[in-house]
T-cell receptor, first 113, second 116 residues
Framework: KAGVTQTPRYLIKTRGQQVTLSCSPISGHRSVSWYQQTPGQGLQFLFEYFSETQRNKGNFPGRFSGRQFSNSRSEMNVSTLELGDSALYLC????????????FGQGTRLTVV | AQKVTQAQTEISVVEKEDVTLDCVYETRDTTYYLFWYKQPPSGELVFLIRRNSFDEQNEISGRYSWNFQKSTSSFNFTITASQVVDSAVYFCALIQGSYNNNDMRFGAGTRLTVKP
């Protein structure tokens, strides 16, 4: 069974640009969550999608957005990039039933210069 | 509010030593789920264990064991006879409350280094 796949693995962008990251969940998993990991703030929840609907959102500005497609694949977008957006962005998929664990991808390392 | 505290930032041990990673959590809900994840240098978080708030039974899986104590709001993780391959950052995490919530709150992590 294939794991969670995130693309690209590494990305370098310039301040002010926008970026789109992609996540393909494990087959059969309907929930996709996104997390930002930085040395200063640690792992922080961005948002969760289930059946193409955003169910939960963390405390991030509106520049961070996402969507989920009918095949459960998800994308997150960050507009008007800032230096502080440099981070490892991790995607997790789960079945979304009660008592299920989340499985993580290897992440996308975004560097904003 | 929900919060996870991992007070140990870094731990270094010599191979074959036992090591315990501490995790203290805060939540107002009576229903919650606790997790441990391992993050090797490759970056992905590897799931280790899940516990719900109604199951205080401790668990052992090979060299790994977990001690869940609601009285002290702790969910500690012990590695017995540590190995170099155990070197990683370990995260404790909490999901609070209802069915419609997958907002996982992580502790700051504990970096474990096992020296040969």
């Amino acid at each position: 069974k294939a794991g969670v796949t995130q693309t690209p693995r590494y990305l370098i962008k310039t301040r002010g640009q926008q970026v789109t990251l992609s996540c393909s969940p494990i087959s059969g998993h309907r929930s996709v969550s996104w997390y930002q990991q930085t040395p200063g703030q640690g792992l922080q929840f961005l948002f969760e999608y289930f059946s193409e609907t955003q169910r939960n959102k963390g405390n991030f500005p509106g520049r961070f957005s996402g969507r989920q497609f009918s095949n459960s694949r998800s994308e997150m977008n960050v507009s008007t990039l800032e230096l502080g957006d440099s981070a490892l962005y991790l995607c997790a998929s789960s079945r979304r039933d009660r008592n299920t664990e989340a499985f993580f991808g290897q992440g996308t390392r975004l560097t904003v210069v | 509010a929900q919060k996870v505290t991992q007070a140990q930032t870094e731990i270094s041990v010599v191979e074959k030593e036992d090591v315990t990673l501490d995790c203290v959590y805060e939540t107002r809900d009576t229903t919650y789920y606790l997790f441990w994840y391992k993050q090797p240098p490759s970056g992905e978080l590897v799931f280790l264990i899940r516990r719900n708030s109604f199951d205080e039974q401790n668990e052992i899986s090979g060299r790994y064991s977990w001690n869940f104590q609601k009285s002290t709001s702790s969910f500690n993780f012990t590695i017995t006879a540590s190995q170099v391959v155990d070197s990683a950052v370990y995260f404790c995490a909490l999901i609070q409350g209802s069915y419609n919530n997958n907002d996982m709150r992580f502790g700051a992590g504990t970096r474990l280094t096992v020296k040969p």
